[in-house]
């Protein structure tokens, strides 16, 4: 198979149509066989629910080559049950969770020309997502839905290296309490788009979010779940129920048990302990880890041990684990690397 002819380290993180993406819709109480398409474009109603009231859930997930030249997904099966639990909790029909994973090494198989070779640091991003695409005015869930899944080649994370970060703690929420914060909505992501941008004209990279309800505790940033390394090398990461349940995260947790033989609490994590933390990272499926330097808090600045200038060590050990068995250098678990050719 020949492979497209792309910069794969420069093309950066953005959307570039690729030859085919995957469509099955909902009507009648019935989801079809769904297929491969050419056409990049959908049309729906001036009415339709996810253009009126955001019923809209989407996953995030990448497939890549591997040293020894396979195509892999890394634990798709994960994506497919939380994208159950985003469309159960928004009135939105679950999509069966294997004919996910079958459409997910579908729409890959048939883009392997866009797939970046081993070695480039890209990778080619997947992006399932589900919409009500029948007419509703009066407040209720729409009657048809159409779930789709397209691809993009992106860019190397880091480009130079892994450099730590500057956040801030945000004024505002990005979830209510028993809200939707723990389902990956389109909508969690609207709400979150004025206060990023407001952190960025401000000079930071991201923002902190606290718990909603007390506004003392740890939530986790727009898009990535929060670690931090204790000076004496456990792992700690927040629990709360409007945290969007990272897969990243929970490999992580896995990882430091498992493989790396640390301690693990996820726990509440209040805003308070944070200043005595050696070190702070982002987990996300993009970054693998972004790791944190500093966070600032209404002009009280809290700099980690760990520094500017690279990882901490806890938390590179961490990712040049996830990442070896992600690359297949290390033995990864039982299923979590699906492979697809
Ligand atoms: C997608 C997402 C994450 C990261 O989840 P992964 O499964 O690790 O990619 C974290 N927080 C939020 C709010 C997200 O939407």
């Not at 794969?8 to 819709?25: K, Q, S």
């Not at 945000?170 to 028993?178: K, T, W």
């Not at 606290?210 to 670690?227: H, Q």
């Not at 996300?284 to 809290?302: F, L, M, Q, R």
Request: hydrophobic share 35%.
């Amino acid at each position: 198979m020949e492979k497209k002819n792309i910069d794969w380290a420069n093309i950066g993180f953005g959307y570039m149509p690729t030859d085919y993406r995957f469509v099955a819709n909902y009507k009648d109480g019935a989801w079809d066989e769904g297929e491969l398409t050419t056409d990049a474009n959908i049309t729906i109603s001036e009415c339709a629910g996810v253009l009126q009231y955001a019923q809209t859930c989407f996953e995030g997930m990448k497939a890549y080559t591997t040293e020894d030249g396979h195509i892999v997904v890394f634990r798709p099966d994960l994506n497919a049950s939380r994208m159950a639990d985003s469309c159960r909790r928004l009135e939105m029909p679950v999509f069966p969770e294997d004919k996910f994973v079958e459409a997910i090494e579908k729409v890959v198989a048939a883009n392997e020309a866009f797939v970046p070779p081993f070695g480039s640091g890209a990778t080619l991003y997947i992006r399932p997502y589900m919409f009500g695409s029948d007419p509703v005015i009066g407040v209720k869930p729409a009657n048809e839905y159409q779930f789709r899944i397209f691809t993009t080649p992106v860019g190397p994370y880091f480009k130079e290296g892994a450099k730590p970060i500057t956040i801030r703690v945000s004024d505002y929420d990005r979830a209510a309490p028993r809200g939707t914060g723990n389902i990956k909505a389109g909508l969690n992501y609207a709400m979150s788009l004025y206060p990023i941008m407001e952190a960025h004209r401000q000079g930071f990279d991201e923002n902190m979010y606290l718990d909603p309800a007390t506004r003392t505790k740890v939530e986790e940033t727009g898009g990535a779940n929060f670690i931090f390394i204790t000076k004496d090398g456990k792992v700690v990461t927040p629990k709360s129920d409007s945290i969007l349940p990272s897969i990243t995260r929970r490999s992580l947790v896995y990882v430091a048990k498992e493989y790396l033989g640390l301690e693990v609490e996820e726990r509440e994590v209040l805003f308070d302990e944070v200043k005595d933390f050696a070190e702070c990272g982002l987990c996300g499926t993009a970054a693998v880890i972004s790791p944190v330097g500093k966070i600032y808090d209404h002009g009280n600045e809290i700099c980690f041990p760990s520094g500017m200038e690279k990882m901490g060590p806890v938390i590179q050990k961490l990712y040049d684990t996830l990442t070896g068995i992600q690359m297949g250098h290390i033995e990864a678990p039982e299923g979590w690397i699906k492979v697809i050719k």
